[in-house]
T-cell receptor, first 114, second 113 residues
């Protein structure tokens, strides 16, 4: 159990366009979802935390207007990278939690902005 | 604020060697501790976790970790590694308020066959 999926797994977009990444909890209801960013050979950095039906809480230094997070249901959260630039190229990972202390991670989405 | 430090960035071992990866954390309150593994091209998987109780925690695939409160440490160990253990290992600390995780920098383990 506790499977989290992400779609797409890879996306290439042109500079200035927007990209939406979906995160789904497949077999449980996720009251909280987290979005991380992982640069090559580095650790995961938390970008934001979202609770279903509430506005996301962003970590310091993360632009909320650039990284739009929506958590409209207990099984789906989306991250939209608006007006993407090459420096936004990274590996984006979501995780989901259900009123517990354990997070279940998705497989990640590799974003390349050209 | 909580922080996690993994001192070994790269470790290279031969098969059957013993493994110990260091993890130290700083946090003022009660902590939950985790070790995750990320195999090449795959997503993060939970190896083991500590919330309370016995400080020696056993996880999957023969891994274990020991929580030493006085040293603020949660080192990961395996008595005999295999080539398939080649991966990146992340230590993480969660606060007691509700599953906020802070990750260490990761340790890249390579096991030579």
């Amino acid at each position: 159990g506790a499977v989290v999926s992400q779609h797409p797994s890879r996306v290439i977009c042109k500079s200035g366009t927007s990209v939406k990444i979906e995160c789904r909890s497949l077999d449980f209801q996720a009251t909280t979802m987290f979005w991380y960013r992982q640069f090559p050979k580095q650790s995961l950095m938390l970008m934001a935390t979202s609770n279903e039906g509430s506005k996301a809480t962003y970590e310091q230094g993360v632009e909320k207007d650039k990284f739009l997070i929506n958590h409209a249901s207990l099984t789906l959260s989306t991250l939209t990278v608006t007006s993407a630039h090459p420096e936004d190229s990274s590996f984006y990972i979501c995780s989901a939690s259900s009123q517990g202390y354990e997070q279940y991670f998705g497989p990640g989405t590799r974003l390349t902005v050209t | 604020a909580q922080s996690v430090s993994q001192h070994n960035h790269h470790v290279i071992l031969s098969e059957a060697a013993s493994l110990e990866l260091g993890c130290n954390y700083s946090y003022g309150g009660t902590v939950n501790l985790f070790w995750y593994v990320q195999y090449p091209g795959q997503h993060l998987q939970l190896l083991l976790k500590y919330f309370s109780g016995d400080p020696l925690v056993k996880g999957i695939k023969g891994f274990e970790a020991e929580f030493i409160k006085s040293k603020f440490s949660f080192n990961l160990r395996k008595p005999s590694v295999q080539w398939s253990d080649t991966a990146e290992y992340f230590c993480a600390v969660g606060n007691n308020a509700g599953n906020m995780l802070t990750f260490g920098g990761g340790t890249r383990l390579m096991v030579k066959p």
